[in-house]
Each structure stands twice: as structure tokens, then as C-alpha cells.
T-cell receptor, first 112, second 114 residues
Framework: AQSVTQPDIHITVSEGASLELRCNYS??????LFWYVQSPGQGLQLLLK??????LVQGIKGFEAEFKRSQSSFNLRKPSVHWSDAAEYFC??????????FGTGTRLQVFP | ETGVTQSPTHLIKTRGQQVTLRCSSQ?????VSWYQQALGQGPQFIFQ???????GRGNFPPRFSGLQFPNYSSELNVNALELDDSALYLC?????????????FGPGTRLTVL
């Protein structure tokens, strides 16, 4: 069965530091992969997506992610974190046209 | 262009009651998906509606049901509420079909079952 694992429940970084959030997926074929961000009281906002082609994808707010088929990973990165990046981050896979399967999320805390 | 809206924002019910949650899709979007997000968890797919028909369902019991109206708005109905139904319910709208069609999420309805 398809699944998404986000091994880090909570990450704390200092403002200006680099960030990497981990995501591993289980899916037979080449998946559609996504990263979403959720701020308190808000819905989910799409940061970036991967379908095919270049394995390094750029998203909004300075985020990027790299698809590594050999490791079944799709890690999210940002070179310099801002205090406004504090939120919950979800990795998701889309196995077919009707649904997204989400990981359990990683809560990012940013210290000044 | 209006985004996805949901009502109500918050709701408190007791066990055994029934609840209806509402979602208005983004302009031009005819597909609506519903997700349940329990505290500390990622969203879980409940079902999707396309052209007023259910178009896929997750692992939820039949007491979770839905409707989609001709204007593409949608309702999620939950009967015989249980304590574990307490969650944030998210609605997402999109265009249908193969290939990528981004799902745009609303802010959610927070349901508390006492």
C-alpha cells in the first residue's frame, strides 16, 4: 500500500539556519509528490510538486525539494529559514487522480 | 477569484448526533475532496465528488456521506457521531482528469465531539 513517512515530528532551527525536512514514500510506480505547509488556523498551501523530469524542484517561499528514486525520498530544503516559516509541513503522494496520501507532518519551530 | 470556503469554522456536538459541514469550491472547480485531520496527524482522504457523484472513497464508514450540488459546492454529513470524529475537516477543490490538477484547500471546520 502507498504510504508516506516523515520521521521528524518536531524540528527546531535558528533563524537564518538551513533546513531539511525528510520525507520517504512507498509507491510502486513513479509517484506524484508534494509538499504542503499549514499555519495555525489555516488550510494547506502547496509549496512545490514533482511529477517527472528534473529531480530538483523549486517552490514558493524559497523552498526546494529533491526527488531521489533510489532512496524513495523527497526531502524539502531551504537555505536560510525565516521566523515566518514556523508551521507544520506535510509531504504527500498522489497515487491516482482522486486522493492525496499525507505523512504525519513535521512541526517547524524557528528561534530568533 | 474566490478561494475555497468552509462553514462553520468551529462546531461542538455530542456523541450520537449528526453534523453537516459545508464547502464552496474555488471558482471554475468542479471536483471537491474531503479530508479528516485528527490532532497531530496528517489529513486522511474521506471521499471525492465530481459532477455530483462520488468519485473515490477512503477507509471511512458509511456514516460519513456527502453531496455535491450543481454549483459544485459540497456537504459532508456524519451520522452517529463518535468521540474519535473530533478533528479538523478540510475541503479541497480542483479540476478533474488525468495529469496534475492542484487541490486547493479551505481553512477547515474544527469539529469537537463531547
Amino acid at each position: 500500500a502507498q504510504s508516506v513517512t516523515q520521521p521528524d515530528i518536531h524540528i527546531t532551527v535558528s533563524e537564518g539556519a538551513s533546513l531539511e525536512l525528510r520525507c520517504n514514500y512507498s509507491y510502486g510506480a513513479t509517484p506524484y509528490l508534494f509538499w504542503y505547509v499549514q499555519s495555525p488556523g489555516q488550510g494547506l498551501q502547496l509549496l512545490l510538486k514533482y511529477f517527472s523530469g528534473d529531480t530538483l524542484v523549486q517552490g514558493i517561499k524559497g523552498f526546494e525539494a529533491e526527488f531521489k528514486r533510489s532512496q524513495s525520498s523527497f526531502n524539502l530544503r531551504k537555505p536560510s529559514v525565516h521566523w515566518s516559516d514556523a508551521a507544520e509541513y506535510f509531504c504527500a503522494v498522489r497515487p491516482n487522480t482522486d486522493k492525496l496520501i499525507f505523512g504525519t507532518g513535521t512541526r517547524l519551530q524557528v528561534f530568533p | 477569484e474566490t478561494g475555497v470556503t468552509q462553514s462553520p469554522t468551529h462546531l461542538i456536538k455530542t456523541r450520537g448526533q449528526q453534523v453537516t459541514l459545508r464547502c464552496s469550491s474555488q471558482s471554475g472547480h468542479n471536483t471537491v475532496s474531503w479530508y479528516q485531520q485528527a490532532l497531530g496527524q496528517g489529513p486522511q482522504f474521506i471521499f471525492q465528488y465530481y459532477r455530483e457523484e462520488e468519485n473515490g472513497r477512503g477507509n471511512f464508514p458509511p456514516r460519513f456521506s456527502g453531496l455535491q450540488f450543481p454549483n459544485y459546492s459540497s456537504e459532508l454529513n456524519v451520522n452517529a457521531l463518535e468521540l474519535d470524529d473530533s478533528a479538523l475537516y478540510l475541503c479541497a477543490s480542483s479540476l478533474p482528469g488525468e495529469g496534475y490538477n492542484e487541490q486547493f484547500f479551505g481553512p477547515g471546520t474544527r469539529l469537537t465531539v463531547l
